[in-house]
């Protein structure tokens, strides 16, 4: 069958409070949809986007070459089967790809947002998207799945609205982040804030972009989403002429590598985005915010969950999804766990593999065959 | 299923509607049929990816981990029962592991196929040679099993350690149990599952 994907955007009318307690009047979505919402409205998908992802997660555009971000994952006859289940994907609350961000218009001022955008938590994020959930009439996810601080969103969808998410899959994940991954995020934000086209976050105004801070920032990134071995294994030592040249131009391969990631990131991703993405990340910590309410609300929840982490995955790896794992068991929660062995580091959740796709589909489709 | 008719033993130990932890579950089947029996809430542990695939197309909550790293995934006395179904012999640390089984479970159900029956004594005495049986098909050098014991070995562990066996059941490999059987379980068992607090 036809992936059927179609592109929408929901314009929210209705204040969203913030969790900084800032409000934003009113708001738009991007997001798109694939497959078909069957007539009882129960084979609905939410996928959630990690870092730099956007609401194109499967398929291909008219006239492009590039298919979406999870194209491996989500598709007919893939793991996530749209010939079975529908499923939406959005652009999060603050992004650049067409939800309202930092590049929108500030209706209040009618300039461009810049960093006046306010800081948006997952928290946030999960109350924007139950706006889109009811907007589409779906009054239960079958799944909420996740990688990275999409698999928070996922497992902070369960804690939020404990009786609207059947099934939650959180992939490379971990309950909060530790000082060294902060560290890195703040290492991240000091290039943008340092690059001399930075202007305090409104640097459109001024016609530039600080996209050479941005592309520090994407390829500090980058090193954390690969492993040593995985570096090893695409580059190694290799050289870009055969010879070294006594200089700092790029010799090595994954100098080059490196350079043209940051580069293209930087031109095509919004800073004042990058920055306000790492920051709900840092702020993700739902057992401290939740605290005396948590085991209460885990007890409402009656998700089911699968837990995924991989071996060579440095930034989350599996023993951060272990302490997820451990939550849920002893709050007595139907949890599974798989641990995959690759080679891959973090960004292994976006790559194709054996073990990890048929434990992915073996889930989605174990329980009632045809979902 | 061979020699895992041990696991329809254990289902009729099991009451209605309890937790159980199945250490070393495979592919889910002895879980599985207790949800569809009789309704328990199960959770599986097993090390290996692929039975974890087939756990999960069973609908069997599984978590993919080392029993040989030791069990603080659980709280103390959060399962009715903990099951360890031929799986005594492949862990590092058989002795640690039961204890916190113990430590985990109200009750523990334990089964191992016996070193101390007639066959594989055979083998060593006259062969000389490390035996090999349809219970312990392995050759000496590849076998997942190192930590064979008899009945005998185990019942004077559970001595030793103060261990209450509330039932025991020893039958050949077809699961049956027979005179000779009773009369000198050591020799003519195959199987052993042990019930124990």
């Known amino acids: 069958m036809s992936l059927n994907l179609k592109t929408s955007v929901l314009k929210v009318d209705q204040p969203l409070e913030l969790k900084s307690g800032k409000v934003l009047k009113r708001y738009e979505l991007a997001y798109e949809t694939y497959g078909v919402l069957n007539n009882s409205r129960d084979n609905a998908v939410l996928i959630c986007h990690a870092l730099s992802g956007n609401q194109h997660a499967a398929g291909k555009y008219k006239d492009d070459d590039k298919p979406g971000w999870w194209d491996n994952m989500i598709g007919s006859g893939k793991p996530i089967d749209t010939d079975h289940l529908f499923v939406v994907s959005l652009n999060n609350l603050g992004g650049c790809h067409g939800s309202t961000g930092p590049k929108s ?35 239960k996810w079958k799944f909420v799945i996740g990688g990275s601080l999409g698999g928070m969103q996922a497992f902070q969808w369960t804690l939020q609205f404990p009786d609207k998410v059947e099934k939650c899959i959180i992939i490379a994940a971990a309950p909060k982040l530790t000082a060294q991954n902060i560290a890195f995020n703040e290492v991240a934000r000091q290039a943008i804030m340092k690059d001399p086209n930075w202007h305090n976050g409104h640097y459109l105004e ?41 200089n700092f131009d790029v010799e090595f391969q994954i100098e080059s590598y490196l350079r043209y990631q940051g580069e293209k990131f930087g031109n095509s991703f ?22 005396d309410d948590l085991n209460t609300r885990l007890s409402k929840t009656c998700s089911k969950y699968l837990i995924i982490s ?54 989605i489709s174990g329980d009632n065959n045809g979902v | 299923m061979g020699f895992r008719n041990d696991l329809e033993l254990i289902s009729s130990w099991i009451k209605p509607n309890s937790k159980v932890l ?176």
């Open chain 2, 22 to 197: 199945d250490l070393g579950c495979g592919d889910g089947y002895l879980l599985k049929m207790l949800a569809e029996k009789k309704n328990i809430k199960g959770l599986g542990v097993d090390n290996d990816i692929n039975k974890i695939k087939l756990a999960l197309k069973k609908n069997v909550n599984v978590l993919q981990l080392d029993l040989d790293t030791g069990l603080e995934t659980f709280n103390t006395q959060s399962f009715d029962y903990v099951v360890l179904a031929q799986s005594l012999q492949v862990v590092k640390n058989p002795d640690k592991l039961i204890k916190e089984m113990l430590n985990i479970g109200e009750e523990i159900i334990v089964s191992f196929p016996n070193m101390g029956h007639w066959r594989p004594r055979l083998q060593l005495f006259f062969k000389g040679m490390m035996p090999v049986t349809d219970a312990l098909p392995f050759k000496w050098f590849s076998t997942p099993n190192i930590h064979l014991c008899t009945i005998s070995d185990f019942v004077g562990f559970c001595e030793e350690h103060n261990l209450r066996i509330s039932q025991r059941v020893i039958v050949n490999k077809n699961q049956k149990s027979s005179l000779l059987i009773k009369l000198f379980p050591n020799l003519f068992g195959e199987v052993a599952t042990f019930r124990l607090r």
């Open chain 1, 270 to 291: 919004d800073a004042n985005t990058y920055l306000l993405m790492t920051k709900s990340l840092d702020y993700f910590d739902p057992i401290k915010d939740f605290g």
């Open chain 1, 310 to 363: 991989f071996t060579s995955d440095w930034r989350f790896p599996p023993s951060r999804s272990k302490e997820i794992m451990k939550l849920l068991i002893h709050n007595n929660k139907n949890v599974s766990y798989s641990e995959i062995d690759s080679s891959g580091g973090h960004d292994a959740f976006l790559m194709e593999n054996e073990d990890y796709f048929e434990i992915m589909r073996n889930f």
């Open chain 1, 206 to 246: 001024k016609n530039v972009i600080p996209n050479q801070g941005l592309a520090l920032a994407r390829m500090l990134g980058h090193i954390t989403y690969l492993s040593d071995d995985s570096m090893k294994e695409k580059f190694g030592r290799d050289l870009q002429k055969q010879k070294l040249n006594f």
């Open chain 1, 105 to 139: 218009i500030n209706p209040e001022t009618k300039k461009i947002y810049g960093s006046d955008f306010p800081i948006v938590t997952v928290e946030d994020w999960v109350n924007s998207q139950s706006k889109l959930m009811e907007s589409l009439g779906i009054a």
